[in-house]
C-alpha cells in the first residue's frame, strides 16, 4: 500500500457506514483488526487499520469503544506494559535486566546465537534474561487475574519472542491465539514514553491503499 489517509475527522459509524455502502465487498481480519477493501472482482483497493478500542463483528457492527486491551513492548533488557481501557490508561510499569554485553552494545542472546560461549559474565546476563522474562509474564497472568483483556498487542523482535513464549512462567495465551495482536508500528526504545506515544498513534483509524484507486477511496475524505 503506497498511501495513507487518516480517518480521524469521521466518525466511527461513518466509517463503517462508507464501507457498508460504498465498496462492493469487504472483509474483516480479526488478527490485524482490518477491513480489507474489495471490488466486485475481488482486487484489494485498499485496507482501514481499526483502533484496538474498538470492537466489531464480521458484519461490521460496532459492539464497544472500550476494549480492554493490554500493550507490551520488549526489547533486549528494557520492556513497557501499559492497559488500556477503552483509550484511558488505567495501568503501565516497566521492566528492565542486565542483558546486553556493554563493550559491544548487543545482546547475550544475539551473542550466544553466534559465538556459543558461556563464560560466568554471560551467565550472568543469561540468569538477568530469564528472570526479566518471568517477570514480564508473572505480571501478565496476575492482570488476567484481574481484568477481562480483548486484545494483548505486542512489539517484540523475532530473537526475543521465544523466550517470552517459552518462559518458565506461561504467557497467559497461545501464540496462535487471535487477540494476540502484532502492534504494526516501530517502537525504537521500549520505555513508556515510546509505548504512548505508538498507542496513540493505534488510537487513529488510518485508511492505507493503492494510489491507483485514489478516486475509489475519495468518500472518505
Known amino acids: 500500500m503506497e498511501e495513507h489517509l487518516n480517518l480521524d475527522h469521521l466518525t466511527n459509524e461513518d466509517i463503517l457506514e462508507i464501507i457498508l455502502n460504498e465498496f462492493e465487498d469487504f472483509l474483516y481480519d480479526p488478527k490485524k483488526h482490518q477491513i ?5 472482482s ?24 472500550d476494549a480492554m486491551v ?21 495501568y503501565h510499569t516497566t521492566f528492565s535486566a542486565y542483558m546486553t554485553r556493554k563493550k559491544q552494545g548487543f545482546s547475550q ?35 488476567w487475574e484481574e481484568f477481562t483483556f480483548d486484545r494483548l ?13 517459552q518462559s518458565k512462567v506461561p504467557f497467559p495465551i497461545d501464540k496462535q491465539d487471535p487477540m494476540l495482536y502484532k502492534i504494526p508500528l516501530h517502537i525504537p526504545q521500549s520505555n513508556f514514553t515510546n509505548l504512548d506515544m505508538a498507542i496513540e498513534k493505534l488510537k487513529t483509524p488510518l485508511l492505507l491503499y493503492n494510489e491507483e484507486y485514489a478516486k475509489k477511496i475519495s468518500c472518505f475524505r
Not at 480489507?36 to 466486485?40: D, G, M
Not at 475481488?42 to 469503544?65: A, C, F, K, Q, T
Request: net charge negative; glycine share 6%.
Open 36 to 40: 480489507q477493501l474489495l471490488n466486485s
Open 42 to 65: 475481488g482486487d484489494l483497493i485498499g485496507y482501514v487499520r481499526l483502533p484496538l478500542h474498538w470492537l466489531i463483528d464480521e458484519n461490521l457492527n460496532l459492539l464497544s469503544e
Open 70 to 90: 493490554v500493550y507490551l513492548s520488549i526489547e533486549s533488557g528494557n520492556a513497557a506494559l501499559s492497559v488500556m481501557e477503552g483509550e484511558e490508561n488505567t
Open 109 to 143: 542472546i544475539k551473542y550466544l546465537n553466534k559465538k556459543g560461549k558461556s563464560r560466568a559474565g554471560s551467565r550472568v546476563r543469561l540468569a538477568e534474561t530469564t528472570t526479566f522474562f518471568e517477570n514480564i509474564n508473572t505480571t501478565l497472568n496476575e492482570l
Open 153 to 165: 498487542a505486542l512489539n517484540c523482535n523475532k530473537t526475543l519472542l521465544p523466550y517470552l513464549l
